[in-house]
């Protein structure tokens, strides 16, 4: 059983650029949750997308987008990135019938 | 709004000692409790999971307790080793399970 993938591992970007981030569910998770995690912080949620349809959102802008593909796995869209951007993206994985979510090993974001 | 309160923020100790970590939440209206560890820089990986109609879940040495009347949760830790030495995230899911509230997490060093 394949577990949650990220990638890439690491990325640096400057301001005003868009960045896509990439996600491999775990086998059988047709749910994927997104979190970003600042520097000393707990991860805060993005948003969540259940068949190919988001399903919740949390206190982000506009500019943070997403997508799920038929196979379930998932992409962050972050356009004209800021620098307070810069943090670990955490991708998790789960389905309704699973009581918890499956977190991947995340996508350090740095934004000069 | 769900918040989640950890404390302390950090703690260190020797080696062998016993140990509790404290988690509060605001909302009571909880579906599960998680518990995490985090190495640093790292993805998270799951440790405990305590469903809403229990009051404890217990791997190793470590145990979990959770009361959702008073909103709060502890982590202990047995005979602590410098393995253990990582940041400890607790985690509710909402009503719907769906998502996770994180707290900002305690960071343990355990020295030999």
């Known amino acids: 059983e394949t577990g949650v993938t990220q990638s890439p591992t690491h990325l640096i970007k400057t301001r005003g650029q868009q960045v896509t981030l990439r996600c491999s569910s775990q086998s059988g998770h047709n749910t994927v949750s997104w979190y970003q995690q600042a520097l000393g912080q707990g991860p805060q949620f993005i948003f969540q997308y259940y068949r190919e349809e988001e399903n919740g959102r949390g206190n982000f802008p506009p500019r943070f987008s997403g997508l799920q593909f038929p196979n379930y796995s998932s992409e962050l869209n972050v356009n004209a990135l800021e620098l307070d951007d810069s943090a670990l993206y955490l991708c998790?994985?789960?389905?309704?019938?699973?009581?918890?979510?499956?977190f991947g090993p995340g996508t350090r974001l740095l934004v000069l | 709004k769900q918040e989640v309160t950890q404390i302390p923020a950090a703690l260190s100790v020797p080696e062998g000692e016993n140990l509790v970590l404290n988690c509060s939440f605001t909302?009571?209206?909880?579906?599960?409790l998680q518990w995490f560890r985090q190495d640093p820089g790292k993805g998270l990986t799951s440790l405990l999971l305590i469903q809403s109609s229990q009051r404890e879940q217990t791997s190793g040495r470590l145990n979990a307790s959770l009361d959702k009347s008073s909103g709060r949760s502890t982590l202990y830790i047995a005979a602590s080793q410098p393995g253990d030495s990582a940041t400890y995230l607790c985690?509710?899911?909402?009503?719907?399970?769906?998502?996770?509230?994180f707290g900002k997490g305690t960071m343990l060093l355990v020295s030999p």
């Open positions: 909302d009571s209206a909880i579906y599960n």
């Open positions: 985690a509710v899911y909402g009503s719907g399970y769906s998502t996770l509230t």
């Open positions: 998790a994985s789960s389905s309704p019938r699973v009581e918890t979510q499956y």
